[in-house]
């Protein structure tokens, strides 16, 4: 069964400084990676997601995850926050070549940024 | 290109009632997934349908059900609710078969059971 686990639930960080969201997964085959964001009242929006080509992947706003097979973890970075990041970051995974697609979430976590 | 609509954007309702909650995807695609989100729970599946038929479901009782029309829109349906179904309700959308199609999101159903 796989599973993703969020370390944090809530980060904050100043304007202009590093975002570093984690997040490590568990699965019994080589999985699909997503990173999500929602927003207040809003759905959900993919960042960035690894389907095992490169391993460091580059999404959209800046944002960017690497994916370290022997670590099991899929870290969402970015190198310089904008007030506009605050929202709540969600890691997915996605079993590849089977017949299951759905994604499975982490519990999220809650960025803010302090101006 | 609409994005994944989603109606009706909240909906209140009592203990025992039913609900019908609906999801008009992305135009072309033809794999629609639920999802229920609760501040306890986080994110978890229901169920996904690709034309017409319903491939995946979650754990969830029997009481919540969907399907899938010709066109791709789909509709779930939750009976008997119950004060613990009182969550908002994503539908996703993507284009194909596949784990690694992006899966474009609704806004969302704000489910209130009183």
């Known amino acids: 069964a796989q599973s993703v686990t969020q370390l944090g639930s809530h980060v904050s960080v100043s304007e202009g400084a590093l975002v570093l969201l984690r997040c490590n997964y568990s699965s019994s085959v080589p999985p699909y990676l997503f990173w999500y964001v929602q927003y207040p009242n809003q759905g959900l929006q993919l960042l960035l997601k690894y389907t095992s080509a490169a391993t460091l992947v580059k999404g959209i706003n800046g944002f960017e995850a690497e994916f370290k097979k022997s670590e099991t973890s899929f870290h969402l970075t970015k190198p310089s926050a904008h007030m506009s990041d605050a929202a709540e970051y969600f890691c997915?995974?996605?079993?590849?070549?089977?017949?299951?697609?759905?994604?499975?979430f982490g519990k999220g976590t809650l960025l803010t940024v302090n101006p | 290109k609409a994005g994944v609509t989603q109606t009706p954007r909240y909906l209140i309702k009592t203990r025992g009632q039913q609900v019908t909650l609906s999801c008009s995807p992305i135009s072309g695609h033809r794999s629609v997934s639920w999802y229920q989100q609760t501040p306890g729970q986080g994110l978890q599946f229901l169920f996904e349908?690709?034309?017409?038929?319903q491939r995946n479901k979650g754990n969830f009782p029997g009481r919540f059900s969907g399907r899938q029309f010709s066109n791709s829109r789909s509709e779930m349906n939750v009976s008997t609710l119950e004060l613990g179904d009182s969550a908002l309700y994503l539908c996703?959308?993507?284009w194909g078969q596949g784990a690694y199609n992006e899966q474009f999101f609704g806004p969302g159903t704000r489910l209130t059971v009183l």
């Open positions: 349908y690709f034309s017409e038929t």
């Open positions: 997915a995974v996605s079993e590849q070549g089977g017949s299951n697609y759905k994604l499975t």
């Open positions: 996703a959308s993507s």
